[in-house]
């Protein structure tokens, strides 16, 4: 059964950076189009970045020249640097993935394995 584990949050003041990591197992995060969404008390979830093997990642616009995803093949980890943060950056950050030969659209219903998300607080 494949799964997902995220770490790397945490509470950090506005302008700083965070990375968050997802490990893969049962799976290979180069075979898989991976992504990472936020969650908000109250809100669904919304897709922040995307990434397949060698295609370009998508990025919600509110985080691009921001946040870069990447992948570690001998890892197998997906990877979320995030830099200049902002408050309304904060949130539970989940890993996602699909076995599909493109990624999705960015939208919850279309990623089947869910990660237990991990905890982001910008303060201002």
């Known amino acids: 059964q494949v799964q997902l584990v995220e770490s790397g949050g945490g509470s950090v003041q506005a302008g700083g950076s965070l990375s968050l990591s997802c490990e893969l197992s049962?799976?290979?995060?180069?075979?898989?189009?991976m992504a990472w969404f936020r969650q908000t008390p109250g809100e669904e979830r919304k897709g922040v970045a995307s990434l397949q093997g060698r295609a370009t990642p998508t990025y919600a616009d509110s985080v691009k020249g921001r946040f870069t995803i990447s992948k570690d093949d001998d890892k197998n980890t997906l990877i979320l640097q995030m830099n200049s943060l902002k408050p309304e950056d904060s949130g539970l950050y989940y890993c996602?993935?699909?076995?599909?030969?493109?990624?999705?659209?960015?939208?919850?219903?279309?990623?089947?394995?869910w990660g237990q998300g991990t905890q982001v607080t910008v303060s201002s």
């Open positions: 996602a993935t699909i076995l599909y030969y493109e990624c999705p659209p960015l939208v919850p219903s279309n990623f089947q394995t």
């Open positions: 049962m799976a290979s995060v180069s075979m898989r189009c």
